[in-house]
C-alpha cells in the first residue's frame, strides 16, 4: 500500500500518523521531499490561469491553430 500525505516539521523533527492497515508491517520507506511549497504554489498559479481570460484566449488561439493543423494533416 502507497500513501501520500503532506506533514509539518516541527523543531527539525517529522512525525508520521500511519493508518491502521500498516499494524503488521515492519518497514516503510520514507522519501522526504522539500519541495511542496514550490508544487502547491504551481498548482495554486494554474488554479488561477484556468479563470485567467488572458490565458484562456491564448489556449483558444493555440486549439484554433492545432485544429487547421490536424484538418491540413488528412
Known sequence: ???RQICDVK???LVIDLPKSFKNHQKVMVIVDDEIDTRLEKIILMKQ???DPLYLADMEAVEEDFNFADS???
Open 11 to 13: 523543531d527539525n523533527k
Open 1 to 3: 500500500m502507497t500513501i
Open 72 to 74: 491540413e494533416a488528412k
Open 49 to 51: 490561469a484556468a479563470k
